[in-house]
């Protein structure tokens, strides 16, 4: 069972950049539907970004400032956001969408956004 681990989260102010990773213990994300979730405090999760079927997709709420990409050597899912925002604080996960063992997400990893 391939797992994911999210790190690159932390404190940052407005207009200030993180990048995060998702590392996973095996090849997962090479062909597979992959991307990063979030849920901030007291809401429901909402996708932010996703490789699927060849295509990336970006939430309205992001689009501009977040970039997502893949390094399949590494088995390493990024996401570069800049230009953050206060209400952009929250849990992110990424997760990936295998054939043989589902959908598959990781602890999460805390990005506050805060003057």
């Known amino acids: ?37 979030r849920r901030a405090p007291g809401k429901q999760r909402d996708s932010v970004a996703d490789i699927t079927l060849g ?3 970006y939430a309205d709420s992001v689009k501009g400032r977040f970039t997502i ?6 088995n390493t899912m990024f996401l570069q956001m800049d230009s953050l ?11 990936a969408l295998d054939a043989v063992q589902g959908l598959t997400w990781g602890q999460g990893t805390q990005v506050t956004v805060s003057s």
Request: a negative charge; aromatic letters at 10%; proline letters at 4%.
């Open 1 to 37: 069972q391939v797992q994911l681990v999210e790190s690159g989260g932390g404190l940052v102010r407005p207009g200030g950049s993180l990048r995060l990773s998702c590392a996973a213990s095996g090849n997962i994300f090479e062909g597979n539907a992959v991307g990063w979730f």
């Open 55 to 57: 295509d990336t997709d």
């Open 69 to 74: 990409s893949i390094d399949n050597a590494k």
């Open 85 to 95: 925002k206060p209400e952009d604080t929250a849990v992110y996960y990424c997760y």
